[in-house]
């Protein structure tokens, strides 16, 4: 349904937002389809059929970094607290709370 991935009328949202929220969407999907498939290769026992669901499933991580960077370029605040976050070492839950700081 088109109208569920707003929680507000979308016909009071600018355009700026509702491109925002297709991409969020589109972000959810693909987490959902790496989810699934990660599912499937867990469980399929043909190797051929597993090698093509991994194939996909890689095509799903592209997706999901490119919708996540579309993000990231338009929401500064969400940029400046994964940059703590994200491909660093150490406690999780501590660069988290750095990114917080620093977005703030
Ligand atoms: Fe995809």
Do not use: H, N
């Given at each position: 349904m088109a109208s569920e991935q707003y929680h507000e009328p979308?016909?009071?949202?600018s355009a700026e937002t509702r491109t925002?929220?297709?991409m969020m969407t589109s972000l959810k999907e693909e987490v959902e389809a790496i989810n699934w498939y990660e599912q499937r290769i867990s469980l399929?026992?043909?190797p051929e059929a597993r090698a093509i669901m991994q194939n996909a499933q890689q095509e799903e991580f592209k997706h999901f970094g490119m919708d996540l960077e579309f993000l990231l370029?338009?929401?500064d605040k969400w940029r400046t607290t994964l940059k703590e976050?994200?491909?660093k070492s150490g406690d999780i839950v501590e660069l988290g709370e750095k990114g917080e700081e620093k977005a703030e």
């Open positions: 979308a016909e009071e949202l925002l929220v297709r399929e026992p043909d370029r338009k929401k976050i994200l491909f």
